[in-house]
């Protein structure tokens, strides 16, 4: 596999594009979203060791979109290495739908969301190949108080 950044800003300009996508709300046909999601990522992608389709990215994009209104994103971190692009940010907004989670299918609180996430992307021809994603799903859950933690005191 070969690596390779899409430009000399290829970091900033992939990382906008990429929120964007997952944020804006997507074309409502298909073959138009799955165009879209083809310019950033290859097919399948790797997404922690799992080989997820673009048809399937498509989908979980639909169900977050479908799960939350009024998404803002803050970048907190960006950090750069060849054919590495890795990403620390904020994903907030109001839980207004279904949201799949660990713990099941959460329906709508109203509630805020928080949601915490580093994603570290692997370059393949300028194009995200590979993704290693960790996100505070748990916190989001407890701030919409759908799971409480354990009092230990």
Do not use: C
Not at 1 to 8: A, L
Not at 10 to 32: E, F, I, N, Q
Not at 46 to 53: E, F, I, L, Q, R
Not at 109 to 120: E, K, M, Q, S
């Amino acid at each position: 596999m070969s690596t390779s950044s899409t430009r000399p800003d290829g970091g900033a300009h992939l990382v906008t594009r990429l929120l964007d996508l997952w944020s804006r709300p997507l074309p409502a046909d298909d073959t138009a979203a799955l165009a879209e999601f083809g310019e950033l990522y290859t097919d399948p992608v790797d997404v922690n060791g799992t080989s997820v389709s673009l048809t399937d990215m498509l989908a979980r994009a639909r169900a977050i979109q479908g799960a939350f209104s009024g998404l803002e994103r803050v970048v907190l971190e960006q950090v750069e290495a060849p054919g590495k692009v890795v990403v620390a940010f904020r994903l907030v907004g109001t839980h207004t739908g279904p949201l799949p989670t660990a713990l099941g299918v959460v329906p709508a609180t109203g509630g805020a969301v928080d949601l915490r996430v580093i994603d570290v992307l692997t370059l393949v021809d300028g194009r995200i190949g590979g993704i290693v994603m960790a996100g505070d799903e748990l916190g989001n859950l407890v701030r919409l108080g759908v799971v409480a933690l354990a009092d230990t005191t």
